[in-house]
Every structure is written in C-alpha cells, then in structure tokens.
C-alpha cells in the first residue's frame, strides 16, 4: 500500500516499525470491568473498558454513536492507539509543509483528525474515546473526517487499490496512443507524463464528489482530455498554456515579438472578450477566496465530525479549464508580428499568466504538478 501512496503523490504518516503497547496495556488492565454474567471474554479480548461514563462525563456526547457503551480491547486496537501515541509524540517535527506548529507547541495544541470510512467509524470512535481513557496526556481536540462509500461499476468480483491504479494507467496510455496514432507506454520520455495523467486521474475521480457521499467508480469509461470534468482534462490545458508560452518565448528569442513589458504599463481596457472578463471574474479574483474556504479543515467546528471539501477545488479548476478552453478555441492570442497588435497580445498573455497560476496552485492543492506536454 505504501508504494501506491508514493505512486499517487500522497503523503500519508506510516510507523515504520511497531510501537510498543506495554504502558498502554498496564493502563488498560486497571480499567477493565469484569466480564459479567456472560462469562469468558471472546477469543481475542483482553478486556473491556466502559466508555459511556467518559462520554457523559466530559459533556462530549453530540456527534457519538449512541451504542458506544463497552468497548472490548484487543492487541491490534492498542497497537492503534500507540501508533497515534507515536505520531502526536513526534509533532511538530513531523508536520507537513505549512502546517508546522510554534516550536514551543505542546500536545494540548494538537489536534488530531481521524480519516475513516462509514464502515469503520465506529471502530474509531471508541478508538476516540479509549484513547482519552487511557492516556491522561491525549490531545484535547479530535474530530472525524467520514468518507462515504466507493461503488465500482464495471468489473466483476472485489478490484484492489493497485489493480484501480493499474487499469487507469493502462487507459491513460490507451488514450494516448490514439491520440498519437503509436504506442507511446514503452517510451521512457513519456512514463512520468502518464504516470502523472493517471495519478490526476484518480484524484478528481475521487475527488470531486463530497468526501461524506457515496462514489460511484464507472472503470469501464475510457480516458479523454475531452471529458470536461476530468483530472485529464485539466491536464490538457495546463499543457496548452505551456505550449503558448513556450511559442511566445521562442518568438522573442527570434526577434518576432519585443520582451514581455511591466505589468503596470498594459492597457487591460484592451481586454474586450467576454470571455477574458470570465476568466478574470469566474477563474482568477474568486480562487484566493475557494482556496481559504477549502485548503485548510475547520478544526472549530462543533460537534465530532468535520468536513472536507475537495470537490470544491475539483469544481473550479474543471470550470475554469472548460473557460479557458472555449476562450482559447475561439481567440488568437500570439498575433502577426505588428507593433500595434502587441498591447492586446500582451494584455491577454497578462490574463493567461493568472490563469496558469491558478491552475498550477489549484492542482498543488491536489498534491499533482502541471505538465507541458501531452
């Protein structure tokens, strides 16, 4: 799983080797209740420990199942809960990019966030909660991101993680090789470009939908930069904003065009498309506003649960890519070589370098970088 992870650029925290559950498990035996009248505790069990008492106690009840009552404590629940232990220990030191805490910051400024699907949020619930239990240093604050089901549509029988990755990349090249008119998969020039199509991919298919909902995966639909909504899509006008500019600078180095003026001294009144003021209303003034509403989590919140919001950045680089792309069908932005076409050509270039910062920094969100060619 951990290869997957690198090959679809995420950086997720993994123990690299096992924690020790020693001081956990002495904690653990002075809480555990006896068995009652039901006798010997299941094959497994090492104990159970009454959570409900901790739940009413602390006031923390809105948002908990309300079946949370006894929770049976096994060896793979402690080692869970040592291996947060490990990571909360580790912090700040560990903290991504951007998320670094003060250097002076203790545990009771951390704030842990557990990434579960509907079918084990229970289990980590009384992870939550048994947590608090036994540990008189856990963090104050934890909250709940639930991801919804995934669906797959298209294959019979169970289809791994891997095995998704690797029918995208097979389509991803497929679609490239039509494109081209040859096979393109074996050539190393291209295997980091389709990694990285296959990887996008991937992220707005399951990106795009609200994490709290169901996702439905069709793996039978094929792969186009055509498909308005796709990650490949947004790929695709990346690479033609890289295409225009790479043909704007070989212009000036063969004296076609004169260099790129200040900024201050274009004439943006110039700008008389309409769909260069959607560009700039719709795609470039909104996205400082998306990215503060949906770049970090509302840790504030009230209540157990939080959301996320990826659909949101999915959304808009999608629509601003649909934008760009009927704009840049319809204008011819790099002119005939006349000095009094240049005001326009420049002040439109202008737009398309917000433009092209947009999307590289919608799609650094996404944790993928912007391709130059396709």
């Keep these: 799983m951990s290869t997957?992870?690198?090959?679809?650029?995420?950086?997720?925290?993994?123990?690299?080797?096992?924690?020790?559950?020693?001081?956990?498990?002495?904690?653990?035996?002075?809480?555990?209740?006896?068995?009652?009248?039901?006798?010997?505790?299941?094959?497994?069990?090492?104990?159970s420990v009454c959570l409900k008492e901790l739940v009413e106690g602390r006031g923390r009840s809105a948002g908990y199942d309300p079946n949370l009552d006894n929770c049976l404590v096994t060896e793979d629940l402690l080692s869970a809960l040592a291996e947060l232990q490990a990571a909360v220990q580790r912090w700040p030191e560990d903290s991504p990019p951007g998320l670094a805490a003060a250097p002076d910051a203790g545990v009771d400024s951390c704030t842990v966030v557990h990434v579960v699907s509907y079918g084990e949020e229970f289990r980590q619930q009384k992870l939550d909660l048994l947590w608090w239990k036994l540990d008189d240093g856990a963090?104050?604050?934890?909250?709940?991101?639930?991801?919804?089901?995934?669906?797959?549509?298209?294959?019979?029988?169970?289809?791994?993680?891997?095995?998704?990755?690797?029918?995208?990349?097979?389509?991803?090249?497929?679609?490239?090789?039509?494109?081209?008119?040859?096979?393109?998969?074996?050539?190393?020039?291209?295997?980091?470009?389709?990694?990285?199509?296959?990887?996008?991919?991937?992220?707005?298919?399951?990106?795009?939908?609200?994490?709290?909902?169901?996702?439905?995966?069709?793996?039978?639909?094929?792969?186009?930069?055509?498909?308005?909504?796709?990650?490949?899509?947004?790929?695709?006008?990346?690479?033609?904003?890289?295409?225009?500019?790479?043909?704007?600078?070989?212009?000036?180095?063969?004296?076609?065009?004169?260099?790129?003026?200040?900024?201050?001294?274009?004439?943006?009144?110039?700008?008389?498309?309409e769909g260069e003021w959607l560009l700039l209303f719709n795609g470039v003034l909104p996205f400082p506003d998306l990215l503060r509403q949906t770049a970090a989590l509302d840790l504030t919140t009230p209540g157990l649960r939080m959301a996320a919001h990826t659909e949101m950045v999915c959304k808009f680089l999608a629509q601003l890519s649909m934008d760009f792309s009927s704009y840049y069908n319809r204008v011819h932005i790099l002119t005939e070589p006349r000095p009094h076409l240049f005001g326009q050509m420049f002040a439109r270039l202008q737009l398309l370098r917000a433009v092209r910062k947009v999307l590289h920094t919608g799609l650094a969100v996404l944790g993928l970088p912007p391709l130059s060619y396709i």
């Design 4 to 47: 997957l992870l690198q090959q679809l650029r995420v950086d997720w925290p993994a123990a690299s080797e096992p924690v020790p559950t020693e001081a956990l498990w002495s904690r653990a035996l002075a809480e555990f209740t006896s068995a009652g009248d039901g006798g010997a505790l299941p094959p497994g069990v090492l104990g």
């Design 139 to 273: 963090p104050l604050r934890q909250k709940h991101v639930v991801c919804g089901p995934v669906k797959v549509a298209g294959v019979p029988g169970t289809l791994t993680a891997p095995e998704y990755y690797e029918l995208r990349h097979a389509q991803v090249c497929k679609a490239s090789a039509l494109k081209h008119s040859r096979d393109l998969a074996q050539d190393p020039a291209w295997a980091e470009t389709f990694r990285v199509l296959s990887v996008a991919t991937i992220k707005f298919e399951m990106l795009s939908k609200a994490p709290q909902s169901q996702l439905c995966v069709a793996l039978a639909d094929g792969i186009s930069t055509k498909g308005t909504k796709s990650g490949t899509f947004v790929m695709y006008n990346c690479a033609r904003l890289a295409t225009l500019f790479e043909g704007y600078k070989r212009s000036v180095e063969q004296g076609l065009y004169p260099a790129f003026p200040p900024v201050s001294s274009l004439d943006f009144s110039l700008l008389r498309e």
